[in-house]
């Protein structure tokens, strides 16, 4: 059909169209080279071949290149059916220091896909997985009981919970899509071509980890769990910082896990003293004991409550080998078991063999419960939780309540002093891993602070009238403790924005 308007290019436009189908078109240009999508873009953007032993994919960023759009978040939400507040792809930003080189960087992040993948290092019931043929991180939404533990040991936080399904989501660099030689969401909707996927040899990935530097300024060393990610481009020489460096943001609360700590530790103390005082002195009250295991009980019960899906607790004990969660899930159920029979020969008024034998277990397991407990958070890269100032603050709160509570007034006092200096001296900033979390005690987290070491000292002066009075207001107080000892923790994660 020939058109008929007075412009000439009209008509010829229109002819085009008449002739050729929107496919037709597009095939022409992808055939003659003249489409953007050509075949050398994709080419450029994802690998043409897959990876070959001792190989994995991973993503490549170009920070010059990106403009901070967002495209990449939105494309990733809606090609996964992400829910409205749910985000497996974030974008910071880096700001460069020196007056006189100023710039500004944006950083979108997802997961690295680490070849030592903390995450799946620390899921008590296996939910992550490490492809062999792609080195994909895959999380296993069926398997996952949401105790969201991966969200505490992963420094990217590329772990992310879903309210509604009670599960954590993440990236999975659209496996789906590489493998029938599609872009992942991420990578086609760059409009800046700043996200690739390359392969990369695993002796490169341990190389470029084997360093203290991070992936990009503000981030932890990659020596921790080795990303495969990598950030190219960077603009070193104005000595760039994570926008939201500095910000006073409170971590979660986790008050379920709170309570969980304290009432287990107070129980075991309780419990574990009356024993010792039984091997001193044949000696032996039941209703101390009763009293220990109740409160240790009780906070293994509310250790339910954190879950996002509690039906799927009983897979805790699978991941053993490598989780300490997954240890101290295991041994507290041990305890649980032993404790009981402990109870049991004592309000029987068993041959005293039997209650020392079943004693000595229970309170041998009470006290790898404990240190398990310690491990759970020395084994995150959180500053404020290394293993000497939790272990010192978990086994205070076991022997303050515990000695306190058997008449020791004087012994009592030195586990109490301890965990009340611990708080005192990070609010004052006067521990180095602990700055981030001092300035929270001294800022948003005031009054808490000035009540945990309020009361602290109370139950301390109390010991001279009523050990156990004493030994309840520690323990109230030792609640504020781990209230802070949460709220207060510095978490490692990519840069931020300013607000973030
Ligand atoms: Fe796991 Fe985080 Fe590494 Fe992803 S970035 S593999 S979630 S540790």
């Not at 690739?196 to 921790?224: A, F, H, W």
């Not at 530790?265 to 024993?275: K, R």
């Not at 000497?388 to 086994?395: D, Y």
Request: one cysteine or more; aromatic letters at 10%; hydrophobic letters at 40%.
């Amino acid at each position: 059909m020939i058109s008929s308007f007075k412009d000439p290019f009209i008509n010829e436009l229109l002819d085009e169209q008449q002739n050729l189908t929107a496919v037709d078109r597009f095939s022409k240009k992808y055939d003659t080279n003249q489409s953007h999508f050509s075949s050398n873009v994709y080419s450029d953007l994802i690998p043409l071949s897959k990876p070959k032993k001792n190989e994995q994919y991973s993503f490549e960023i170009d920070l010059s290149a990106c403009s901070g759009c967002k495209s990449c978040v939105s494309a990733c939400h809606s090609l996964n059916g992400l829910d409205h507040n749910e985000s497996w792809r974030d974008v910071g930003a880096l700001f460069g220091t020196k007056r006189d080189k100023p710039m500004q960087q944006t950083v979108t992040s997802a997961c690295h896909h680490c070849m030592d993948p903390a995450c799946a290092n620390g899921c008590p019931t296996l939910a992550y997985e490490k492809d062999q043929a792609t080195g994909i991180v895959h999380h296993l939404d069926d398997q996952c009981m949401g105790c969201r533990y991966c969200e505490m040991k992963c420094p990217y936080d590329a772990p992310k919970y879903n309210d509604n399904l009670g599960i954590i989501r993440k990236c999975d660099m659209c496996q789906s899509r590489l493998e029938t030689g599609e872009a992942p969401a991420c990578v086609q909707a760059c409009p800046n071509e700043a996200i690739k996927i390359r392969i990369v040899r695993n002796e490169e990935i341990l190389e470029e980890s084997n360093t203290d530097e991070g992936l990009v300024p503000g981030t932890i060393t990659s020596q921790y769990t080795k990303p495969s990610s990598k950030y190219i481009n960077l603009i070193k020489d104005s000595n760039p910082r994570p926008a939201d460096y500095g910000n006073l943001k409170e971590s979660a609360s986790h008050s379920p896990l709170m309570l969980m700590l304290t009432f287990t530790q107070a129980g075991v103390g309780i419990s574990l003293i009356e024993f010792i005082k039984w091997l001193a002195n044949s000696q032996i009250n039941q209703y101390t004991i009763l009293i220990g295991i109740a409160l240790c009980f009780t906070g293994l019960l509310s250790s339910f409550l954190h879950l996002g899906k509690p039906s799927k607790a009983w897979k805790a004990f699978l991941g053993w080998r490598r989780s300490w969660l997954s240890r101290e899930i295991l041994i507290f159920g041990l305890w649980s078991a032993t404790s009981l029979i402990f109870l049991f020969f004592t309000l029987s008024g068993f041959a005293s063999k039997w209650i020392t034998i079943s004693g000595a277990i229970s309170s041998l397991l009470g006290i790898l419960g404990i240190y398990s407990s310690v491990m759970v958070y020395a084994d995150t890269p959180r500053p404020s939780w290394n293993f000497k100032l939790t272990c010192l603050r978990f086994f205070s709160t076991t022997l303050g309540v515990g000695i306190a509570f058997s008449g020791w007034f004087f012994l009592a006092a030195i586990p109490m002093f301890i965990s009340l200096s611990i708080d005192i001296i990070i609010m004052a900033g006067k521990n180095s891993n602990c700055i981030h979390s001092g300035r929270l005690m001294r800022g948003p987290l005031k009054n808490l602070s000035l009540i945990r070491i309020f009361t602290a000292i109370i139950a301390i002066a109390l010991l001279a009238f009523s050990t156990v009075a004493s030994a309840v207001l520690f323990f109230v107080s030792e609640i504020f403790g781990r209230s802070l000892f949460f709220r207060s923790s510095d978490e490692p994660k990519m840069p931020g924005l300013i607000n973030s």
